[in-house]
């Protein structure tokens, strides 16, 4: 099956952690044979206390340009260690630094089709590189690597499902993740999807090649989010892949959900797709005027 992710991007800041995480990148962008873009945040160096009462023209342009010389040391030195990190992959990989009081995260995510970041979020990162941030405001697929996951992402996964909107984005953002001949374990928690939704999911992975395995839990028991947990771990899945926010994040942030509690300390890899609400509240408008709605592809 061909991937139709052709470019990942990992957010990255050179932290050990970050190095691992670059790691783990470099060997899923090698699997799906896709450029890997390491964007490297940097903080710009500024000048000494005694250079910011420079006067003059002269004594200015010395300061900017020893300014200029600092950040392209900077710049290069984080260029070398992504390379070196990088190269053991064989992966296609581009450069990109960005400082942290200049950083246009639309600017960045709209080249990619997949970013990747580190949890908890790397020391050197902005809020606005957080997989929270980043699910919200992106509108590209997350992929949430633990800084202690220590193996490569080979393609077993577990399917959070509930026939939503947001769970049937994560399901055509995720097929291309799944490795040749891995299973795909799609969990249904209590009465989460309609049985007719979850046929339909599962008779369109069968179609693609993908041995998949439906599993139900009881609701009750357990919280939604530790049932997937323990899902994933008898599934020994390398991905959970779910639906972000399928509800508000504002009423989550209020009163809890799967997404919040998945990310507070996610036990391995998460891919989060998000549908933001104008566009869910558009569909469920156009339910309401029109006769049928099309279904996602699936891929």
């Given at each position: ?15 050990r ?13 090698k ?34 340009e ?54 908890p ?90 041995r ?35 509800r ?7 009163f809890?959900?799967?997404t ?8 391995r ?31």
């Open positions: 099956m061909k991937s139709a992710i052709h470019r990942i991007i990992v957010c990255l800041d050179g932290s952690a970050g190095d691992n995480l670059c790691r783990r990148a470099a060997a899923l962008a699997r799906l044979d896709a450029v890997l873009v390491g964007l490297c945040c940097l903080h710009r160096p500024f000048p000494s206390p005694p250079a910011t009462f420079a006067r003059g023209s002269g004594p200015i342009h010395e300061v900017l020893d300014q200029a010389h600092q950040e392209q040391a900077r710049v290069a030195a984080a260029r070398e260690t992504f390379e070196a990190l990088v190269r053991p992959s064989g992966a296609e990989v581009r450069f990109r630094p960005c400082w942290d009081d200049e950083l246009n995260v639309a600017a960045f995510s709209t080249d990619g089709d997949l970013l990747i970041v580190g949890h979020r790397l020391p050197g990162l902005p809020d606005a590189l957080s997989a929270d941030q980043l699910l919200l405001h992106s509108g590209r697929p997350v992929l949430v690597i633990p800084t202690t996951w220590d193996r490569d992402i080979e393609g077993r996964m577990l399917i959070a499902w509930n026939g939503g909107r947001a769970a049937r984005q994560a399901v055509d953002d995720a097929v291309p993740l799944i490795g040749s001949g891995a299973p795909a374990t799609v969990l249904v928690v209590g009465e989460a999807a309609e049985p007719n939704a979850t046929a339909e999911l599962m008779a369109v992975l069968q179609a693609t090649d993908v998949t395995v439906l599993k139900t839990v009881k609701a009750g028991d357990v919280s939604t989010a530790a049932a997937i947990i323990e899902a994933a771990d008898q599934a020994a899945a390398d991905l959970i892949v779910l639906g972000g926010y399928s508000s994040p504002a009423i989550e942030r209020l809890g959900g799967v919040r509690e998945l990310l507070a300390a996610p036990p890899p998460l891919l989060l797709s998000h549908v933001p609400t104008d566009v869910r509240e558009t569909v469920a408008s156009d339910r309401s005027a029109a006769p049928e709605i099309p279904r996602p592809s699936f891929r």
